[in-house]
């Protein structure tokens, strides 16, 4: 499957180069390579993360979907056509590395995004004559998203030079983040859904229910009355909010409201030895008469995949003045 995202990065960190790496037009000439935001941007695109979709075999990092180019920045106009090329600054990522363990003994440290897992389609581009920012700004990179460990903490540092120009110090190199977390990646779903008329009471299942081996077995003890009206039996994602966070889809359950995702929120405590779930606020806003549970929890360990089950009642409308729906999956992943 392919699929094109749009998306942020981090802009920071680029290494400092030496004047005599480079063949500069003229002694008086201040200007540099670098990225910046081009004329739609705005403070934003150096704050966000790039998270892999894990069901897609490619996705297409494109500098335009958020609003950074490649430039040349300095007091005039390219005078020739400037030729710049992108590569990988394994050197930036070192450096953001020491910096962050100097600043927290918790830091943990990102590694360079492996080889295998991603290309950079775009590694050469021209500021042209009379010109101030490059071309080609879509389908820069490609990721094989399937390939990538999300229990991993990586970056993409991609650098802009020129041998005519030097690269600017602090914003030729850009960072795109894959925060990792051992909770993400791919799970197998085993799970059934039941729809009731009105509010039903539900009794809680004891601690300790078995993840599920077929939908509803061992029962996690659904109200009488409901009609299944689904059952799962499939994959679904985690994906990573940060190091503790991921997020996977409710069931099939619709939004209340444009934008209150139906996600299960799942936060692990500082080991992952605990987790515990929720739903937004949004959603809670939309839905009423949340009951939850949670049981079959698998620490993630070396050796060992995590496993959970989530049982929760929810009725579709605000105040309970809708009808109650039961929703019960076991996730054990891939």
Not at 28 to 36: G, I, K, L, P, R
Not at 77 to 96: C, G
Not at 314 to 322: C, K, Q, S, T
Request: proline letters at 7%; aromatic letters at 12%; glycine letters at 8%.
């Amino acid at each position: 499957m392919k699929r094109t995202l749009a998306f942020l990065a981090v802009v920071a960190l680029a290494v400092g180069c030496k004047k005599d790496d480079y063949i500069t037009l003229n002694d008086s000439d201040e200007s540099y390579v670098t990225f910046a935001e081009n004329s739609n941007g705005n403070d934003d695109f150096n704050v966000i993360n790039y998270v892999p979709d894990g069901a897609a075999d490619e996705e297409y990092i494109s500098l335009d979907d958020f609003h950074v180019v490649a430039k040349l920045a300095g007091p005039r106009v390219a005078p020739e056509d400037v030729i710049i090329t992108y590569s990988i600054d394994a050197a930036a990522v070192a450096k953001f590395n020491a910096d962050g363990l100097a600043a927290d003994p918790d830091f943990k440290p990102y590694a360079v995004l492996p080889d295998s897992t991603f290309d950079i389609l775009v590694a050469t581009d021209t500021i042209k004559k009379g010109e101030v920012y490059a071309e080609k700004t879509l389908d820069n990179i490609i990721t094989f998203p399937t390939k990538i460990d999300p229990s991993q903490f990586y970056l993409i540092p991609l650098k802009v030079t020129s041998t005519q120009y030097e690269s600017a110090p602090g914003s030729s190199t850009i960072l795109f983040y894959i925060i990792g977390n051992p909770l993400a990646g791919n799970y197998s779903d085993i799970g059934i859904r039941y729809n009731y008329t009105g509010s039903v009471a539900w009794t809680m299942p004891a601690p300790g229910l078995a993840l599920s081996t077929a939908p509803d077995v061992p029962s996690a003890n659904p109200p009488a009355g409901g009609t299944v009206q689904t059952t799962y039996n499939g994959v679904k994602a985690a994906v990573p909010v940060n190091g503790q966070t991921v997020v996977i889809d409710y069931g099939n359950v619709p939004e209340p409201v444009s934008g209150a995702l139906a996600q299960y929120i799942v936060t692990a405590d500082a080991t992952f030895a605990t987790i515990t779930y929720d739903f937004s606020t949004l959603f809670k806003g939309g839905y009423s008469n949340i009951q939850k549970y949670q049981s079959s929890y698998t620490p993630p360990a070396p050796g060992v995949k995590p496993t959970f089950r989530f049982v929760s009642k929810y009725n579709n409308a605000v105040g309970g003045a809708g009808s109650d729906r039961f929703i019960d999956e076991s996730f054990r992943h891939l």
